[in-house]
């Protein structure tokens, strides 16, 4: 399988974001485990995470923070094949309250318990990516930061990354980590290009750059083809969903980016891994960019 980097690690070039398989509207966990089983099957080394990624407590009688960790260890501990090389990202500072609600705390204190309360749950000595999941305006941005460098220095976790950051934050925490940042993890899709200045950015930096939603979303996925035209008329031409057109676009817009399409299907996650498959021209990728 076609890979690319994070900091020193080469993984699948898209990865499987797991956040559909613990949020609203969730599969059985059965569904949930064939799907990460059926990623790895076809090769995937790279799972996208959150300690966040849950129910609210009063939904369903407890606190189920970190069921989406707890639920990729499981899988990763049912599968049959050699994990070694699989690279589990998770994330941290953005939490979701007994009534579901999503905050933020950003403050250092609270990001090296949860970190080391997310290496509980995924069994692992060492976090292979963790990614500080979204900016806290009430903590300076290089406190937040200085987290991240002090767990790696640890040695709690092996990579360091950030989420939903803008270009002056990217800058601050790569120095703050001492050029030590491997990945971004933002928004970007064909509905949500204005995060295209911080994938530029990361191309210039070297780092990864991790689409979230890269095909618009849990709720607006399937509709891709009715919402952008363009990628649809390619995918009719190619004779292949629209949905591989969008992670072959996206894929060829740096080498640095990996995009982590979520799934709650088997049948999803093996459609996006064929984008790996389709090289798209000079002139359908310029056909995409313009389209908007």
């Known amino acids: 399988m076609q890979q690319r980097s994070i900091g020193d690690v080469r993984v699948s070039a898209i990865g499987l974001g797991g956040m559909p398989m613990s949020v609203e509207g969730r599969p059985d966990e ?16 790279l799972i996208d995470t959150a300690d966040a990624y849950h129910l609210g407590a009063a939904e369903v009688g407890h606190d189920e923070t970190g069921h989406n960790e707890s639920l990729i260890a499981r899988a990763l501990r049912t599968w049959g094949g050699d ?3 699989v690279l589990v990202a998770t994330k941290g500072g953005h939490l979701r309250t007994q009534d579901g ?15 080391r309360e997310s290496a509980v749950r995924l069994g692992v000595e060492a976090i292979g990516l963790y ?11 290089a406190e937040t930061v200085g987290a991240l460098a002090e767990l790696l220095d640890e040695g709690v976790i092996r990579l360091a990354g950030i989420s939903n950051a803008d270009p002056d934050q990217i800058r601050l925490a790569n120095e703050v980590l001492g050029g030590r940042l491997a990945a ?7 509905a949500f290009r204005s995060s295209l200045p911080e994938l530029e950015l990361c191309a210039d930096l070297g780092v990864a750059f991790l689409p979230w939603s890269p095909l618009g979303g849990m709720r607006h996925a399937g509709e891709l083809a009715t919402r952008h035209a363009a990628f649809d008329a390619v995918a009719r031409r190619r004779g292949v969903s629209p949905q591989q057109v969008c992670l072959a676009w996206e894929l ?6 990996v995009p982590i399409p979520g799934a709650s299907r088997p049948e999803t996650i093996r459609d996006s891994l064929g984008a790996l498959d389709l090289t798209l021209t000079a002139e359908e990728l310029a056909y995409l960019n313009a389209a908007g």
């Open 101 to 115: 609600t999503w905050i933020l705390d950003g403050r250092p204190e609270h990001l090296k318990r949860a970190a």
């Open 30 to 45: 059965a569904r949930s485990v064939a799907t990460i089983h059926a990623a790895l099957d076809a090769g995937v080394t």
């Open 184 to 190: 971004v993890q933002n928004q970007f899709s064909p």
């Open 252 to 257: 060829a817009l740096s080498p640095t980016v």
């Open 83 to 85: 994990t070694s090389e």
């Open 131 to 141: 990614q500080h999941h979204r900016p806290d305006p009430e903590v300076p941005y």
